[in-house]
């Protein structure tokens, strides 16, 4: 006689109350996949240099360091309301000294490390939302050691939301003899927000009269509006070493830095020690208005600046080159002070790193 075909066994009924789990297609990579912690596309200057080093390597204890911050309008003022933090990276907490703005956070990261060396992999999300103002710096300059084996990266991803006001101008990265680094920063910005970027990259230790010693230097920055549509690239290219060393714009998603030969060329540093750029993402004023803006501060110093608009006229950008680490600063300090008056009608607050 046949046997009765097998019952299935009951499923128990969904609990209401339980949370729900998302497929783990929609989950966002675990923070520890190298899915997570490196970037989609690597330089082929800084490919070139991957290698199994012979003490720890990418991915061991101590060579990933993930810092995830986010911020929210809590009340009268800007909060963090998210915090994750691994070693190397941390923070101290928001401090509210600004006293044009006391509603604004002003944060510094720090490293709790001397700085960045081989098959580091470093990753910074800072999250803005609706509303938000806020502004992040770094402790102090990014020194970038001497590599062996393979290479280092640091990537900062920054999420600005609906009318948002965000300013990140950490210190400037320097790069030692020998040291090859990646450095990504990528800006994803609602139309209607504000977001102030610098970055700046010395030479070598100047003070030791180490100049473009380093075997690779490059950077890649990203303007991307929330449905990942690309606004605008400026892609840096340094190699003392190769054949060439190159510096270059674009926008919309098209093109790339072209080669124009040595670091030291007219069409690149042209013999300056001191790189530095500044970009002002703003609906607040025309993009032809900051881009004059921004010549102002600039004139006078004796140094070398351009300065553009930016596409679909979303605001504007300058790079400047110099001689000495203090000129460049203090010129990045005053078209900060002259876009934030623009902007939002007060100072820049003294920070007083030193």
Not at 114 to 119: D, F, K, L, S
Not at 146 to 173: C, I, N, S, W
Not at 208 to 228: C, I, T
């Amino acid at each position: 006689m046949a046997e009765p075909a097998a019952t299935p066994a009951a499923t128990p009924a969904a609990d209401p109350a339980a949370p729900h789990t998302p497929p783990r297609a929609l989950l966002p990579p675990a923070r520890l996949e190298a899915a997570h912690y490196e970037p989609p596309r690597v330089p082929l200057e800084v490919l070139r240099h991957s290698s199994v080093p012979d003490t720890l390597g990418v991915g061991r204890p101590g060579k990933v360091g993930l810092l995830e911050l986010a911020f929210e309008r809590v009340g009268g003022r800007t909060e963090l309301v998210r915090h994750y933090q691994k070693s190397p990276l941390q923070i101290m907490r928001p401090l509210y000294f600004d006293p044009y703005r006391p509603d604004l956070p002003i944060t510094f990261l720090m490293s709790t490390g001397g700085g960045v060396i081989q098959a580091d992999r470093l990753r910074t999300d800072l999250s803005f939302g609706p509303g938000t103002s806020a502004h992040v710096t770094t402790q102090a300059a990014t020194k970038v050691y001497r590599m062996e084996h393979d290479y280092a990266v640091a990537q900062t991803l920054l999420t600005a939301g609906p009318d948002a006001y965000v300013e990140y101008l950490p210190d400037p990265v320097i790069p030692y003899v020998d040291s090859r680094f990646y450095q990504r920063t990528v800006i994803t910005a609602d139309p209607t927000a504000t977001v102030l970027v610098s970055e700046t990259v010395l030479s070598g230790r100047l003070a030791r009269g180490e100049r473009n010693a380093y075997q690779v230097f490059a950077s890649d920055f990203e303007l991307r509006r929330p449905d990942g549509e690309l606004v605008a690239l400026d892609t840096v290219r340094l190699e003392p070493g190769g054949a060439a060393g190159s510096t270059g714009r674009s926008g919309s998603g098209s093109g790339s830095g072209c080669a124009f030969g040595s670091v030291d060329g007219p069409a690149v540093l042209a013999g300056r020690s001191v790189m530095a750029c500044f970009f002002a993402v703003s609906p607040l004023a025309p993009a032809r208005e900051l881009a004059d803006l921004l010549h102002a501060p600039l004139a006078g110093r004796g140094l070398s600046y351009g300065v553009s608009v930016l596409p679909q006229d979303c605001g504007a950008w300058v790079r400047v080159l110099g001689e000495h680490t203090e000129a460049v600063t203090r010129a990045l300090g005053a078209v900060w002070d002259a876009v934030r008056r623009r902007l939002i009608g007060v100072p820049a607050p003294d920070l007083r790193k030193t």
